[in-house]
């Protein structure tokens, strides 16, 4: 039977002498303190961050300026505008927590000899050393040529919120996700019940814009909300699923052989959302509990 490409690597890692610690300087000390703010200088990622944000605040735009403020029903423009903007301002507060936050990035240059000697390996016990960091990969560490860093648990490096979803943000990638999905699907609404508004009265009364502006903005905006719905929808359900098997999207796409303890989809839920249930799963600003897990986790 042949071996997959991923069982191949591993063979190759498991070869005498594959670590070589010799090779690996210590790594340079810290300028800065642990809790400084995670952000990759990445160009792609840093226009694509940026033209997330634009996208949003044109469809704050859209939705306050045009829709809202002209309608005749105060408490109407007062329960949407306040769904919207809250929606808005949770989507935006997750994405900014997604791209700076940490994901899981193993420290750089770790794989010394003095490191390796620490960690008092038994007779027969494997570790895997990434060739392009030079660090110690914990089971299920991949290398990010992005970010340049081996990220646990990566799921994937995504280039919207400029950072590789990994085990300490997937919480806030999905929150994005869901987020941006809700006001999608809110605008598209809006933009739905603002047109059958506008046919019933006079076009002229029913924007402060003209009305083949007040077209086109709508028509922009019905565009990018069904645009962004779709595709967020389908990523957080992904993630969902991801999350509910354990088991990340590098890990299925390259069909990795599972090495770590099975558990139930609930509790799967609470590793990446905290420990125990509660509101803040709904929370960017909530930091979750991710259990007792071991730092470093090796194969044997």
């Not at 997750?94 to 994901?103: F, I, N, V």
């Not at 300490?168 to 739905?192: E, G, R």
Request: glycine share 4%; with cysteine; proline share 6%.
């Amino acid at each position: 039977m042949k071996s997959s490409p991923a069982n191949r690597s591993r063979d190759i890692e498991r070869q005498a002498g594959y670590l070589q610690p010799e090779h690996c300087a210590p790594p340079p000390p810290r300028a800065h303190s642990a809790h400084d703010m995670w952000f990759i200088r990445d160009g792609c990622g840093i226009v694509c961050a940026v033209i997330t944000w634009l996208l949003v605040l044109y469809a704050e735009f859209v939705v306050v300026f045009v829709m809202l403020l002209p309608a005749r029903s105060l408490l109407y423009s007062f329960i949407n505008g306040a769904l919207f903007n809250s929606l808005a301002f949770l989507a935006l507060a997750s994405h900014l927590r997604a791209m700076c936050t940490d994901p899981g990035a193993v420290p750089k240059g770790n794989a010394t000899k003095e490191f390796i000697e620490s960690l008092q390996l038994k007779p027969g016990q494997v570790v895997y050393k990434c060739p392009k960091c030079c660090s110690i990969k914990p089971d299920r560490a991949h290398h990010c040529s992005v970010c340049k860093r081996c990220i646990k648990k990566m799921d994937h490096h995504c280039p919207w919120v400029n950072n590789c979803v990994g085990e300490n943000n997937q919480k806030y990638f999905v929150l994005f996700t869901m987020y941006i999905a809700l006001i999608s699907l809110h605008a598209l609404l809006m933009v739905a019940f603002h047109f059958v508004f506008c046919f019933e009265e006079d076009w002229a009364k029913c924007s402060s814009f003209s009305p083949p502006a007040t077209v086109i903005l709508l028509i922009l905006l019905c565009f990018e909300a069904l645009l962004f719905l779709i595709f967020t929808a389908v990523m957080f359900g992904t993630q969902v699923h991801s999350i509910c098997n354990d088991e990340t999207g590098i890990e299925q796409l390259k069909k990795e052989e599972r090495r770590w303890a099975k558990r139930s989809k609930w509790m799967n839920m609470k590793v990446v959302f905290g420990h125990p249930f509660s509101m803040s799963w709904m929370s960017p600003f909530a930091t979750p509990d991710h259990g007792k897990a071991n730092l470093y986790q090796y194969v044997v």
